[in-house]
T-cell receptor, first 113, second 117 residues
Framework: AQSVAQPEDQVNVAEGNPLTVKCTYS??????LFWYVQYPNRGLQFLLK??????LVKGSYGFEAEFNKSQTSFHLKKPSALVSDSALYFC???????????FGKGTRLSVIA | GAGVSQSPSNKVTEKGKDVELRCDPI?????LYWYRQSLGQGLEFLIY????????KSGLPSDRFSAERTGGSVSTLTIQRTQQEDSAVYLC???????????????FGQGTRLTVV
């Protein structure tokens, strides 16, 4: 089955420190991977995606993600966290065929001033 | 419109009543998706539309749930005889190309928070 796993329910980081939100995937064929962010009482906002090419993908708000095929991972990163980055982050995969995005359970990021 | 619009933003209903949730996708987007987000859970896929047809209804949790899309635009998710376990945030998303265009991201509305009392 095609799936993504976000092993951490919660990540805490001090403002100014680098942050990493982990995601691993299980798909057949080439993975199409996405990160979304959800701020309180808001819908999901698209951050970035990996389709092919460079393993390091840059997205909105200074976020980037590194695709690692051997580790089947697509971790979200940011060099310097802001308090305003505090939100719920979802990793997603688009399986093959006519199948919509499959989401992980989400990781709550808390950036402490 | 500028983004995906959902209405109402909040809905409180009594157990056993029917509810209709509306989604107005981004103009020109051919694919439309419904997801459900329960407290502490991830996003549960419910149904998607390609144009007006729904090739995959496998995610609908029971026959009390139905959805339609008319004119390739607005979609309505209907829950009949609501139960307390239906309480959740219902999210709608749309994407420009067909679902089979795997590299296409989906854009989400702000959701409808449904509370069944």
């Amino acid at each position: 089955a095609q799936s993504v796993a976000q092993p951490e329910d919660q990540v805490n980081v001090a403002e100014g420190n680098p942050l990493t939100v982990k995601c691993t995937y299980s798909v057949s064929g080439n993975p199409y991977l996405f990160w979304y962010v959800q701020y309180p009482n808001r819908g999901l906002q698209f951050l970035l995606k990996y389709i092919t090419g460079d393993n390091l993908v840059k997205g909105s708000y200074g976020f980037e993600a590194e695709f690692n095929k051997s580790q089947t991972s697509f971790h979200l990163k940011k060099p310097s966290a802001l308090v305003s980055d505090s939100a719920l982050y979802f990793c997603a995969v688009r399986p093959s065929g006519n199948t919509p995005l499959v989401f992980g359970k989400g990781t709550r990021l808390s950036v402490i001033a | 419109g500028a983004g995906v619009s959902q209405s109402p933003s909040n809905k409180v209903t009594e157990k056993g009543k029917d509810v209709e949730l509306r989604c107005d996708p981004i103009s020109g987007h051919t694919a439309l998706y419904w997801y459900r987000q329960s407290l502490g859970q991830g996003l549960e896929f419910l149904i998607y539309f390609q144009g007006n047809s729904a090739p995959d209804k496998s995610g609908l949790p029971s026959d009390r749930f139905s959805a339609e899309r008319t004119g390739g635009s607005v979609s309505t998710l209907t829950i009949q005889r609501t139960q307390q376990e239906d309480s959740a945030v219902y999210l709608c998303a749309s994407s420009l190309y067909a679902v089979s265009a795997r590299n296409t991201e989906a854009f989400f509305g702000q959701g409808t928070r449904l509370t069944v009392v």
